[in-house]
Each structure stands twice: as structure tokens, then as C-alpha cells.
């Protein structure tokens, strides 16, 4: 980029919008643009605007000291998430970046899509925790590394409840013909637009009940 272009974005009366800005920092609720993933890693990495990026979307996250167990198992970041920028979370321990991302995909993909497939908005969704100091499973039961739980780099989704009353799951809707299926299916493909490993009931039994998202990954999506 020349001087010129620089200045053109640096200027704090820049006429470049700020979520077409690289040097500007995210904004959660702002529209997508090819800008945004560029923010959105330097908010990842930087806890303090990480922080300031759910604060300004309205995200309820507070702050609870760092959890410290060992090299293994550990919440850097801690916080209790408890609302993202629309729908709520039952109180759920995780760090910032997680919240991050959910906030984003909650933001972009799910409210989006229920807007769109099921004509109402989600009012919560339902998860089974993200900080768990554990091994990963698998299907065949013998575990290999530690899993992203360990350090609260994922979190699991099991469904969501909506405005006009209706509870999806993935347990019972996940393989229902019909609109319901339709926007689960949609969102676990969204979600991968947002955290690098997704996984869901069709990656295998362990998954029926719910996607797990995981920030940190070799980018994989089932
Ligand atoms: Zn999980």
C-alpha cells in the first residue's frame, strides 16, 4: 500500500468505512466484508479488543480472574458469557476469543437464517459447556490428545429456542424433513465461516446432540 493509501485509512476521518478498514478495529455487528476476517484475527489475538469488540456489540461477558489448573488445562481470558448480541446463553465459563466467535456466527448465521427459513428470531441458544479439562474422545473410544475443552477453545451447541416459542434440537429436528432441519443444517455449515473446526451429527455418534465449535484447528467441517 503507498503513503497515500495509508493515510486514506489511517486518517481518523478516514471516508473508507470502518469494516472496509483493515486498520480499523471489528465490529461485530457490522456487515461482512473481505476486511473482516482480517479484524477479526487481530481481535483473536488480543484480549483487550477482543473485549472491547463484544463490549460494543452489546455482548454480556464479565470478566472472572484466569482459571489455572496446570499446562493442560486452563481458562486464559475467563469470562462468563451470558448474552451475545440478540439471543442469550444460560451463564457459560469460557474466553474471549470463544465468545468471539460465537458472537459472530450468532450475529451472521443463525439470526440471519432464522429470520430467512423460520420467520423468527432465536431468543436463546442451548449449549453443554465449553471449559471442560478432559481428552478428546472418539468414536472408538480411545482418546488421543487433549481436547480444545481443556482450554476453553470450544464450546458445544445442542439447540436453540425461539422467539414464537418453538425449541429445536439437533437430537430430535436434526433429521426431520423440514424447515427446522433446514436451518440446523444451514447453521452448522455457518458455522464454519467462523470457527475452524465444526463438528455436528453427521461426523459421527458422538455428535448426534450437538455441534461442537472450535476456535483453534486445522480447519475441518462435518
Ligand atoms: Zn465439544
Redesign the pocket.
Known amino acids: 500500500m503507498g503513503g497515500g493509501g495509508y493515510w486514506l485509512l489511517s486518517h481518523p476521518q478516514s471516508p473508507v468505512p470502518d469494516h472496509w478498514n483493515p486498520l480499523r478495529d471489528l465490529t461485530i455487528t457490522a456487515r461482512v466484508t473481505p476486511v473482516t476476517p482480517v479484524q477479526m484475527r487481530r481481535a483473536l489475538a488480543d484480549e483487550t479488543q477482543c473485549r472491547a469488540a463484544l463490549a460494543g456489540a452489546g455482548v454480556s461477558f464479565s470478566l472472572v480472574e484466569d482459571l489455572i489448573v496446570d499446562e493442560k488445562c486452563g481458562i486464559a481470558g475467563r469470562g462468563v458469557l451470558s448474552g451475545l448480541t440478540t439471543a442469550s446463553v444460560n451463564g457459560v465459563e469460557t474466553r474471549c476469543a470463544t465468545a468471539l466467535r460465537l458472537a459472530m456466527w450468532e450475529h451472521h448465521v443463525v439470526q440471519p437464517a432464522a429470520r430467512e427459513m423460520l420467520d423468527s428470531r432465536v431468543r436463546s441458544l442451548r449449549h ?1 459447556g465449553s471449559y471442560n479439562c478432559r481428552r478428546m474422545r472418539t468414536a472408538q473410544g480411545k482418546d488421543s490428545g487433549w ?3 481443556a482450554t476453553a477453545d ?3 451447541i445442542v439447540g436453540v429456542e425461539l422467539a414464537d416459542g418453538r425449541s429445536l434440537s439437533l437430537l430430535s429436528d436434526w433429521t426431520t424433513p423440514g424447515p427446522e432441519a433446514d436451518f440446523l443444517h444451514r447453521i452448522g455449515r455457518g458455522a464454519c465461516e467462523w470457527f475452524r473446526v465444526v ?1 455436528g451429527p453427521n461426523y459421527n455418534r458422538l455428535h448426534a446432540d ?1 455441534f ?3 476456535g483453534p484447528g486445522w480447519g475441518y467441517c462435518r
Open positions: 453443554l481436547s480444545s475443552h470450544a464450546i458445544d463438528l450437538h461442537h465449535l472450535q
